[in-house]
């Protein structure tokens, strides 16, 4: 696998299943907007699932690193990536179909008033070992 959009191909092939294959440690990173549990990694390919908190407006930022698909679970909200109000169903199985490309660079943010959830499909980019989005996230502001 090269590409992000086959990886995410390989890792939703099986309709409903979650493939779980987490680091030993350092697999759970809590900020004060969100959480995030890595569930599967093998460079530079990683998924994680992000869980929203409640009535936390995400600033906004972008990944200069990381390309991804991601994938809503549960819950509402506004996103906003690169300029466009994006939304997508949560209903249904996760499929490739369903995603919101946030490409590197991208300026995106939100909230969600009761919360939510989705998978992140990554690929890291300029020899970066996968870690936190966190880590590798860069306030908005300090593009201009």
Not at 62 to 72: E, S, T
Request: hydrophobic share 40%; aromatic share 12%; net charge neutral.
């Amino acid at each position: 696998m090269k590409t992000l959009k086959s990886f995410a191909e390989w890792y939703l092939k099986d309709e409903g299943r979650i493939l779980v294959s987490s680091p030993p440690e350092n697999a759970i990173c809590v900020t004060q907007w969100f959480s995030e549990l890595i569930l599967y990694r093998s460079c530079p390919f990683q998924v994680t699932l992000v869980i929203l908190f409640p009535m936390k407006k995400i600033p906004p930022h972008y990944h200069p690193n990381v390309d991804a698909y991601n994938i809503n679970i549960t819950g509402n909200g506004e996103s906003i990536v690169g300029g466009r109000f994006v939304t997508k169903v949560i209903e249904g199985p996760l499929t490739l179909e369903r995603r919101i490309p946030v490409l590197a660079g991208a300026i995106h943010y939100g909230m969600s008033p009761e919360g939510a959830s989705f998978l992140s499909i990554q690929k890291w980019k300029n020899h970066i070992i996968p870690g936190f989005l966190n880590d590798d996230w860069i306030d908005a502001e300090e593009r201009s």
